[in-house]
């Protein structure tokens, strides 16, 4: 009987560790496009969510399936991919911004990019990336 309450208590140990490393689950993301007449592009949500995805398994938190934050791109500007290759910064900057809102807070996170090579799918990888690191933090 000895033998069992030490693996019983063993495997609590191991199990609330675990569960201090992971730091439980983070608010899957509600996206919705709240710019105004900008020009909407259809890969830029997913790629979002990706990302921020991607940044939680890293850390090895989990998206929860039942709490949501709510995000709303509010800046978007992207430069056509040919003109942004041909003429770079000349045609100025890419744009991303995002509002946050969890439990009744509000975050903002945004990143531009004027570089002829990297066009929105780098800012969506590291607006994603930010936007996890804004929730991990809110949801510590």
Known sequence: ??????????????FLLSLSVQGGSLPKLNITWNCGACTHNAKV??????AYRAEA????RSISSSETAE??????????PGTRVML????GKDRLGLR??????????????ANAIQGMNHLCAA?????????AWATK
């Open 100 to 113: 946050i809102t969890y439990k009744d807070l509000e975050y903002y996170t945004s990143d531009t990019s």
């Open 1 to 14: 009987m000895n033998k069992v309450n030490s693996q019983v208590k063993l495997f609590l140990v191991l």
């Open 88 to 91: 770079g910064i000349m045609v």
């Open 57 to 60: 398994q890293s850390s090895g």
């Open 71 to 80: 995000v709303e791109i509010i800046d978007f500007r992207q430069r056509n």
């Open 127 to 135: 607006v994603g990336a930010e936007t996890y690191q804004q929730l």
């Open 45 to 50: 949500i997913p790629l979002i969510r990706q």
